[in-house]
């Protein structure tokens, strides 16, 4: 192998590896798109903005000095609380009133948080405090940190678990009755509100993770930072197949390895537009996602 | 007074882009959140007409033929991403449109010509309070006669049923398509408006959240409303001016206040004022 063809394949190992990095980010992200979608139907748009939350609980906890296996819960929890008290308050008076109306609110709910979040935070952006030092682990010209490790390895470990919970449980299986119907799971003695609520809490706490690790991972913190990311992990759910779990992470993978692939080997200006190009290629040709089974719409 | 006048005739470009909205979200009832693109395309080929061809004309002439020229190709724009986005439904097609919105902007940033992020300068200053609201006159006469004809009951059809619609013989797809591309072209016109106007247009004046606002206008006045927009339109405006008199630190407030409203007229008057009604005096003769 000439040495331009090894440099180029040490190249693309890299883009690959932030690929799957900014994916695994993405996929954390999705899972809390794909299960609130599942379950009710509506688009959160504000999703990212729990996902901003998470990263700003975590900022303020580790800059007064909590250590980071206490700042990680707390971001988790006070995400998971802020998305329970927005479906309380605003999604769950919506509910039956179809799905124009409730998107319509999640976009008024996520320009709320982001200028709101503006206002009380201010605008510029934040360093975040380097809690775990940067160990770069090298193999050849191929550069790992400790950071991306933890970032792929988490997403994994939630991922087994949401896995487990949905598909192995008692909750689980209330959650999965409710998204199949509503009214009849309620015949059957489940407290669906209380299942939706839950289904909010967890999206929201596994967006608050993905807030802190992102911190962690490009040091900087802001709060509009959710807007793009919120958008893209939507994609990255319909591309894996909305309402189905690893096709979130499969999603949020390929979208990330694309996007990484594109600014590397081609322009980085077009970044933002890869992501909305695949969401609407696999909208024309295969509207159910990479893992989901067409649907008939039926009177 | 200069400021009132300029606010007037924003308030003119408003009315325009909130009725060309209503027309695809409230009449036909196809979600697009991608307006601002549309927008954005009228405001940079109306712009790049005047700028680029330079013909010795006179200044109305010229603004006349550049809204010409940009409501062809912003229709043009509507054609080429209505037809693949107007297969899907409800949400999908509104995060679709949102993704176009974005990509136009994406694009124009991305094209040196025009002068990049860094924006379009040295635009003609060619609109003035008479020739907006001559456009907005049209826009009115337009999708009065619209609503009034075989057309206009086949739009509305689609917004009441869509199965049941096509079961009746409503080529369904084509009426879809005919509502955005018309909506895409006189938001289109808008856009020349505003940037022969403003004088100076980046791709900054046409992010995503513009989108928001021209729904938020819609909204208040009430879907499916004309009359209902023009009242939005005005409301929005004044609303942001009011803002003002309270001092720097409320006008900062503006945006926070624009998402709760937003938020707080879905939960408690999703019809917004009008409705689907129109005023009386100002639309005779229309029921829907």
């Known amino acids: 192998m000439s040495e331009s063809t090894t440099l180029f394949l040490y190249d693309l190992a890299t883009y690959l590896l932030n690929g799957i990095t900014q994916g695994s980010v993405y996929a954390l992200i999705a899972l809390g798109y794909t299960m609130v979608y599942g379950i009710i139907q509506l688009i959160n748009f504000a999703h990212g903005e729990f996902y901003m939350m998470g990263a700003f609980i975590g900022f303020f906890a580790l800059v007064s000095g909590v250590p980071i296996w206490l700042a990680l819960p707390a971001s988790m929890l006070g995400a998971g609380l802020l998305a329970m008290v927005t479906e309380r308050l605003v999604y769950r008076p919506l509910r039956n009133a179809g799905r124009i109306p409730a998107l319509v609110t999640a976009l008024g709910m996520s320009l709320f948080f982001q200028y709101a979040g503006q206002a009380l935070l201010g605008a510029t952006p934040r360093s975040f405090p380097q809690v775990i030092p940067t160990k770069t682990y090298q193999w050849g010209e191929l550069y790992v940190t400790n950071i991306q490790l933890l970032i792929i390895f988490c997403t994994f470990v939630l991922m087994v678990f949401l896995w487990w919970l949905v598909n192995k449980t008692r909750v689980g299986k209330a959650m999965r009755a409710t998204s199949f119907n509503h009214h009849v799971a309620e015949l059957m003695g489940i407290d669906t509100n209380k299942i939706i609520g839950l289904t909010f809490f967890i999206g929201g706490a596994f967006a608050g993770v993905a807030g802190i690790l992102v911190g962690m991972y490009y040091n900087t913190i802001d709060p509009t930072m959710g807007m793009i990311p919120g958008i893209k992990a939507f994609v990255a759910a319909v591309l894996g197949g909305i309402g189905i779990i690893p096709g979130a992470v499969l999603g949020g993978l390929v979208l990330g390895v694309a996007e990484n692939l594109v600014v590397g080997l081609w322009v980085s200006t077009y970044r933002d537009a890869i992501a909305f190009a695949i969401l609407i290629l696999i909208l024309l040709f295969k509207p159910a996602g990479l893992l989901g089974s067409p649907k008939r719409e039926k009177i | ?288």
């Open chain 2, 1 to 288: 007074m200069d400021y009132i006048l300029h606010l007037i005739l924003l308030c003119g470009i408003y009315m325009i882009l909130a009725m060309s909205l209503n027309l695809i979200n409230g009449k036909c009832g196809q979600f697009s959140l991608g307006h601002a693109g549309f927008w954005a395309v009228g405001a940079y080929t109306g712009a790049s007409f005047t700028v680029f061809t330079g013909w010795p004309l006179p200044g109305f002439l010229m603004l006349f033929l550049s809204c010409i020229v940009s409501f062809l190709c912003a229709a043009l724009a509507g054609v080429l991403i209505g037809v693949p986005c107007l297969r899907l439904r409800g949400d999908y097609l509104a995060i679709a449109t949102l993704g176009f919105g974005e990509i136009i902007r994406i694009i124009i940033i991305n094209m040196d010509v025009v002068g990049g992020p860094r924006g379009f300068t040295d635009i003609p200053k060619l609109s003035n309070l008479f020739w907006t609201y001559f456009w907005v006159g049209i826009t009115i006469l337009t999708f009065r006669n619209l609503m009034h004809g075989t057309h206009g009951r086949a739009i509305i059809s689609i917004r009441e049923d869509e199965i049941a619609a096509e079961s009746m013989g409503i080529a369904t797809f084509k009426y879809k398509t005919l509502a955005f591309v018309i909506g895409a072209g006189f938001a289109g016109i808008a856009g020349t408006l505003f940037a022969h106007a403003q004088q100076f247009i980046s791709p900054q004046n046409f992010i995503f959240m513009w989108s928001a606002y021209i729904l938020l206008m819609i909204i208040l006045g009430g879907l499916g409303s004309f009359t209902g927009s023009i009242i939005g339109a005005t409301l929005f405006l004044l609303l942001g001016e009011a803002l003002r008199f309270f001092g720097e630190t409320v006008a900062e407030y503006r945006m926070i206040i624009y998402a709760l409203l937003l938020v707080l007229l879905m939960l408690l008057r999703p019809q917004g004022l009008f409705g689907k009604g129109e005023l009386k005096f100002f639309w005779k003769g229309s029921k829907t």
